[in-house]
T-cell receptor, first 113, second 114 residues
């Protein structure tokens, strides 16, 4: 119930292509879904987040799509650049609980120059 | 603010030795989290504190692990005795109350137990 399942584990995309990372959750009490980006040797940093009252959120080249009925959400990176090469984590939490955040296992993204 | 500060950045020790990892959260943040990152298991939540009080330590692997937060600006994660399977990157993160999901991570402490 507490798990967030993330796929794929790794992803290679050509420069300029679209990178897509998918996540699924079980606990319907989750109502806040952030994505984190981690570069080698650094800690994860918040990239973008979505609440389930909207189906999509866009910030620059990064878009979260949310499907509440399927309990799935995904990150799309448009016009992927070599600088986007990093590990991406999806996560889930409960706003009312204001406590722990459950992370997916991460996706290692490599953008070919 | 300097962000979340962790020390040491790297630690190499021998099996059976005690290891202490340290964390200074961002000033004013009410929550402090300790995570462990490995290739196999991803980011695992070990324990978190709210206003210096441990709230959930269900992720602590076993009694060899302990964590304290004596004041709002300092926390430690101790492993005694350490084992090779404890080798991982340990992250400390903090956040404000009322800001769900917005964790600020330190740069991590890479632990190698030989």
């Amino acid at each position: 119930q507490q798990q967030v399942k993330q796929s794929p584990q790794s992803l290679i995309v050509q420069k300029g292509g679209i990178s897509i990372i998918n996540c699924a959750y079980e606990n319907t009490a989750f109502d806040y879904f952030p994505w984190y980006q981690q570069f080698p040797g650094k800690g994860p940093a918040l990239l973008i987040a979505i609440r389930p009252d909207v189906s999509e959120k866009k910030e620059g080249r990064f878009t979260i799509s949310f499907n509440k009925s399927a309990k799935q959400f995904s990150l799309h990176i448009m016009d992927s650049q070599p600088g986007d090469s990093a590990t991406y984590f999806c996560a889930a939490s409960r706003v009312d609980r204001d406590d722990k955040i459950i992370f997916g296992k991460g996706t290692r993204l490599h953008i070919l120059p | 603010d300097a962000g979340v500060i962790q020390s040491p950045r790297h630690e190499v020790t021998e099996m059976g030795q005690e290891v202490t990892l340290r964390c200074k959260p961002i000033s004013g943040h009410d929550y402090l989290f300790w995570y462990r990152q490995t290739m196999m298991r991803g980011l695992e939540l070990l324990i978190y504190f709210n206003n210096n009080v441990p709230i959930d330590d269900s992720g602590m692997p076993e009694d060899r692990f302990s964590a304290k937060m004596p004041n709002a600006s300092f926390s430690t994660l101790k492993i005694q005795p350490s084992e090779p399977r404890d080798s991982a990157v340990y992250f400390c993160a903090s956040k404000e109350g009322g800001a769900p999901g917005e964790l600020f991570f330190g740069e991590g402490s890479r632990l190698t137990v030989l």
